[in-house]
């Protein structure tokens, strides 16, 4: 899943956000930078490229995504972490990071309470999360192709996780209640650009937990077909474009 997730999804989905959060973390000219969620590294490599003074310490809950980032940006110290969990001393670091994985977290403000705890004084938390899923044209396109091979009860992971953290409101107050102060919150809409719908859709059903729930529910080559059916007939047999929408959060310890 790693590998199809890297291959198909983070060149299109992930990459230009990474370079716009990068750009914004080099702005604070960190020294010490934690990453949360880091997955396969696309954050860490900007990071380490564009603050190339800053030590940057990248973490994942999944040992399989921390494996394959140690071998995409080897310059990063890689760690297995639990983010509720954070195996770090206090005030360790000047600037936390997060790319799209605030959403995973089971509990945010106790997530967010250990994020301020290994923050200096002063030290700022820095992340984004997805708006709803109808502001992300690809995975519109995609959802669509899920009802339409799912017509009873179909896989709605989208829609609930990467996507069900989309109130700025309660992201707001879910940091306040760990104790930080906001200092910026902004809505940001980038271009996706991907080479075709048939990798998209293979990037989608192969690389993301969605696997499970195809491979657990029937045909998945048949299920594949009728994705990529619907996504070319939304967005066009490629190379496509496509509006992506999140929000980006600075607040400070």
């Not at 380490?48 to 990063?76: C, F, H, I, K, Q």
């Not at 209640?177 to 859709?201: K, M, N």
């Not at 937990?209 to 007939?233: L, N, S, W």
Request: hydrophobic share 45%.
């Amino acid at each position: 899943m790693p590998a199809a997730y890297e291959r198909y999804l983070v060149p299109v989905v992930f990459q230009p956000f990474a370079e716009d959060l990068t750009a914004r973390a080099a702005a604070l000219d960190p020294r010490h930078i934690l990453e949360l969620a880091a997955g396969t590294g696309v954050l860490t490599s900007e990071l380490l490229a564009t603050a190339p003074s800053a030590e940057v310490t990248a973490t994942d809950l999944n040992e399989t995504m921390v494996a394959l980032g140690a071998t995409r940006a080897p310059g990063a110290a890689w760690r297995q972490a639990d983010a509720q969990q954070l195996p770090f001393p206090d005030a360790s670091f000047d600037l936390v990071v997060c790319q799209f994985g605030v959403m995973f977290f089971p509990d945010r403000v106790a997530a967010f309470t250990e994020v301020r705890r290994v923050l200096a004084p002063g030290g700022r938390f820095l992340f984004n999360t997805w708006a709803p899923l109808a502001t992300h044209g690809f995975e519109v396109a995609l959802q669509a192709g899920l009802e339409r091979a799912f017509p009873v009860d179909p896989p709605r992971f989208f829609a609930t996780v990467p996507h069900g953290y989309a109130d700025p409101t309660l992201v707001t107050d879910d940091l306040t209640a760990a104790g930080f102060t906001v200092e910026d919150q902004l809505e940001l809409t980038l271009q996706g650009r991907a080479p075709s719908t048939a990798d998209l859709a293979t990037g989608y059903l192969t690389g993301t937990p969605v696997r499970a729930a195809v491979e657990d529910r029937g045909d998945a080559p048949a299920v594949r077909a009728t994705v990529i059916e619907e996504m070319t007939a939304r967005l066009g047999p490629g190379p496509v474009t496509a509006p992506m929408t999140a929000y980006v959060f600075r607040a400070a310890a």
